[in-house]
Structure formats: C-alpha cells, structure tokens
C-alpha cells in the first residue's frame, strides 16, 4: 500500500468573482522510501498541493490516502494529531522560534505530545536529532546565532524528532546560497538512505 496515495486531487480558490484553480486533477502513489519532488513554476501550485499532503489545508475535490486512511473526512483534531506524528514539515521560512535555542525548538513538537514524552526523553530525542544533523555543538545558540544553513538545520531536526512517516519540504533551500543548498539537499538524501 502506498503512504500517499492521491486521485483526481483538486483545489480551487474562490476570489470574489474570480475562480484560481491551483492544484487540477492530480494522480500520484508515493510508496515507503521514495525521495520525491515536486517540481514547476511559480504560482503553479506546489505549495497548496504540499499543504494538501500536509493536512494543512483539504482538497476541493478528488482523494487523499495518507497511510490507507481517508483524510479528507478526518476533523479537525484528528488532521492536527496526523499532522504532529505522522507529518514532518521543513518550510523556506525556517518557522523557528527566535527567543528559544535550538534545543528547545526541537523540543516543540514533543510537547504537542503531551505527558506521553517526558522531560528527560524530549530532551534525549532532540539532543539525538540536533546530533544528526551535525549540530551537536549548537544545542544551546539561539536562531540569531546560527547561520541560514544551521537554521534550516535546526528545523529538519525538528521535523524528524516526532519519527515521522512522511517528510514534507517546501522550498527548503529557497533562503540558502548554493554551498548551503547542496548541503541540505546532501543531509535529506542522507536521511532518506
């Protein structure tokens, strides 16, 4: 069974009078493993079909198998709880917290969690994380003082930390310069290996 299993996936946006058809009748399986991008110009619907396959937004029409499961019929909870353990995101942006170190940022979706990760494990998860991505000595540096490259870093740490089935990125190399670029995209052929 696929993770991810689209058909006839369609959004459209309604605008006054005006109709924007950003995603249009999309069919596509992603099997476990699989290193995929989605590729196009801009404003051509990456982004809303990446927050489709988020459960960030629901599609206007078609079908989206997460993991064999229907999640366009899914609440509102339930889209937030697949979403906290089934879906990591690393945005252009970096979406970190300014006033909370490295450490405490990949701690975050933990303590969405809740009581079920404890203090001590949330912290043993995010130290092995940063670690991963070879930021082991930047644990405590807060996002101002590390580079684009370490920032964005730091937000893969954060997607991974919650051990999830399906890593969405959406432009994650879109703020770095070149060297920094490869380096991301060597550390996601890394993880997915």
């Known amino acids: 069974m696929p993770v991810i299993a689209v058909r006839d996936l369609a959004k459209t946006y309604s605008t006054g ?12 399986d992603i099997e476990a493993g ?9 404003g051509s619907g990456k982004s809303t079909f ?5 459960c960030l937004d629901r599609p206007t029409r078609g079908s989206y198998e997460l993991e064999g499961r229907d999640v366009s019929r899914l609440t509102r909870d339930q889209l937030a709880d697949i979403r906290n353990t089934k879906i990591g995101f690393v945005f252009q942006g970096f979406n970190l917290l300014a006033r909370t170190s490295a450490l405490e940022n990949v701690e975050l979706p933990l303590l969405y969690r809740g009581p079920s990760v404890r203090g001590a494990e949330r912290r043993r998860r995010a130290l092995a994380m940063l670690d991963a991505v070879g930021l082991a000595d930047r644990v405590d540096h807060m996002p101002n003082q590390l580079s684009g490259g370490q920032q964005q870093r730091v937000a893969i740490a954060r997607a991974l930390v919650n051990d999830p089935a399906i890593l969405l990125a959406d432009e994650p190399t879109g703020n770095l310069d070149s060297t920094t670029s490869r380096e991301v995209l060597d550390l996601f052929r890394q993880l997915n290996a």
């Not at 699989?34 to 801009?42: C, K, Y």
């Not at 990446?50 to 988020?54: P, S, T, V």
């Open 17 to 28: 009078a005006v109709e924007v058809r950003a995603v249009r009748g999309v069919n596509l």
């Open 34 to 42: 699989e290193f995929v991008a989605v590729v196009g110009p801009s």
């Open 50 to 54: 990446m927050h489709i396959l988020g």
